[in-house]
T-cell receptor, first 121, second 112 residues
Framework: DTGVSQDPRHKITKRGQNVTFRCDPI?????LYWYRQTLGQGPEFLTY????????KSRLLSDRFSAERPKGSFSTLEIQRTEQGDSAMYLC???????????????????FGAGSRLTVL | SQKIEQNSEALNIQEGKTATLTCNYT??????LQWYRQDPGRGPVFLLL?????KEKRKERLKVTFDTTLKQSLFHITASQPADSATYLC???????????FGSGTKLNVKP
């Protein structure tokens, strides 16, 4: 396994266009997260999946954003009608956890992908 | 929600010295706290994890302390090297919450 893969690494689009990012997590990881990071800031939580179920979404995730993880493996993040404020690095991370809630010892380390940088003109 | 503060000013130190980075948080105490390293244009990479009932953790030249009374974690890199130059992020997770909150990171510059 080569870690978490994200595609594309860079995307330049015009305002109003739709974009989709893909994330392939570490195969044995059951949890997948999406974060957004702007210059000089830390990653901000967007959403996460436990297997194929989307369990939590941030208020940052407006109606223009949608994420899926159809078979509990790869995930996609789609942004519709992009705005200049959507320009950011979109980070995907995966982790291994045994239960839906709570914290298990020995787990909960996030493995990040290299990110997908979005520029909206 | 949690507020996590890291020094936004870059930390410039000389090679061989010890770098100390600070992470302060407000509101609830985290179940555990993590430190990540991030290089430009790359995703964060996990370094160390410390739980709320632990005072100190070490890994090679890295040391993390956790003071739940002060609501603070310190991250130390001893015998720093230019290759340690990067942005260091702290992240915390609370009990019964399944997301990680990140600080804005501190950029470390180690000069030869």
């Amino acid at each position: 396994d080569t870690g978490v893969s994200q595609d594309p690494r860079h995307k330049i689009t015009k305002r109003g266009q739709n974009v989709t990012f893909r994330c392939d997590p570490i195969s044995e990881h059951n949890r997948l997260y999406w974060y957004r990071q702007t210059l000089g800031q830390g990653p901000e939580f967007l959403t996460y999946f436990q297997n194929e179920a989307q369990l939590e979404k941030s208020r940052l995730l407006s109606d223009r954003f949608s994420a899926e993880r159809p078979k509990g493996s790869f995930s996609t993040l789609e942004i519709q009608r992009t705005e200049q404020g959507d320009s950011a690095m979109y980070l995907c991370a995966s982790s291994l956890e045994g239960t839906r809630t709570g914290i298990l010892s020995g787990a909960n380390v996030l493995t990040f992908g290299a990110g997908s940088r979005l520029t909206v003109l | 929600s949690q507020k996590i503060e890291q020094n936004s000013e870059a930390l410039n130190i000389q090679e061989g010295k010890t770098a100390t980075l600070t992470c302060n948080y407000t509101n609830y105490s985290p179940a555990y706290l993590q430190w990540y390293r991030q290089d430009p244009g790359r995703g964060p990479v996990f370094l160390l994890l410390i739980r709320e009932n632990e005072k100190e953790k070490r890994k090679e030249r890295l040391k993390v302390t956790f003071d739940t009374t002060l609501k603070q974690s310190l991250f130390h890199i001893t015998a720093s090297q230019p290759a340690d130059s990067a942005t260091y992020l702290c992240a915390l997770r609370q009990y019964n919450f399944n997301k990680f909150y990140f600080g804005s990171g501190t950029k470390l510059n180690v000069k030869p």
